[in-house]
């Protein structure tokens, strides 16, 4: 079983950084891409950005371009999503995920964390 743990969520000014971590268990974290979803108030959970196992190759969506980094540390089985420039569109619940491939593809993650909620606000 893989258990994923996000934490680092808050409430921030719009223009404010935040940085998100996932602690994973329960399998060979340095085998697998990894990567970040989110829900907005009414909307379906969307890609944000992933990580491939070496931690060489990311990918995000246009949206956070530019404005998010997701990095990854093998030895401490946590990945990361570091949120700059924030805008009140980037409120959400943002979920970690898993791949059950060291390559991030445009598919469905097979593991999901519980979430942790982002509010951008003035």
């Known amino acids: 079983q893989v258990q994923l743990q996000e934490s680092g969520g808050g409430l921030v000014q719009p223009g404010g950084s935040l940085k998100l971590s996932c602690a994973a268990s329960?399998?060979?974290?340095?085998?697998?891409?990894m990567g970040w979803f989110r829900q907005a108030p009414g909307k379906e959970r969307a890609f944000v950005a992933a990580i491939e196992w070496s931690g060489h190759s990311t990918y995000y969506v246009d949206s956070v371009k530019g404005r998010f980094t997701i990095s990854r540390t093998n030895a401490k089985n946590t990945v990361y999503l570091q949120m700059n420039s924030l805008k009140f569109e980037d409120t959400a619940v943002y979920y970690c995920?898993?791949?059950?491939?060291?390559?991030?593809?445009?598919?469905?993650?097979?593991?999901w964390g519980q979430g942790t909620q982002v509010t951008v606000s003035s």
């Open positions: 329960g399998r060979t974290f340095s085998n697998y891409a």
């Open positions: 995920v898993g791949y059950s491939s060291p390559y991030y593809s445009n598919r469905s993650p097979d593991y």
